[in-house]
Structures are given as structure tokens and as C-alpha cells.
């Protein structure tokens, strides 16, 4: 059985804040799932200081 995570998220969410872990995760073997309030494409920002 596989190890599951699920990462919750919403419009503008910081695109690191979510890639990042669910690539990270995909290395480790883990089955990863983003999930939203709604069923639609995800709006991510960049906030590069």
C-alpha cells in the first residue's frame, strides 16, 4: 500500500507553496493529490522579491 498525502489549496496560492511539495513528495514515492473549494483550474502567484 502506498503512502497517500494530500495537499489543500486555493486561488492564489504561492506557486512554491504547492509545486514544491508535491514534486518533493513524487521523488519519495508518495501518491500526492492537490485538492480546492472547487473543481477548476488552480490560479498560483509568484511573489519574486
Known amino acids: 500500500m502506498s503512502k ?3 495537499i ?3 486561488d ?3 506557486a ?3 509545486y ?3 514534486f518533493r513528495c ?3 514515492g508518495f501518491e500526492v493529490q ?3 473549494p472547487s473543481k477548476k483550474k ?3 502567484v509568484v511573489h519574486d522579491f
Open 4 to 6: 497517500k498525502v494530500l
Open 26 to 28: 513524487l521523488e519519495e
Open 20 to 22: 514544491y511539495p508535491y
Open 16 to 18: 512554491l507553496e504547492v
Open 34 to 36: 492537490i485538492a480546492a
Open 12 to 14: 492564489a496560492v504561492e
Open 42 to 44: 488552480l490560479q498560483t
Open 8 to 10: 489543500l489549496a486555493g
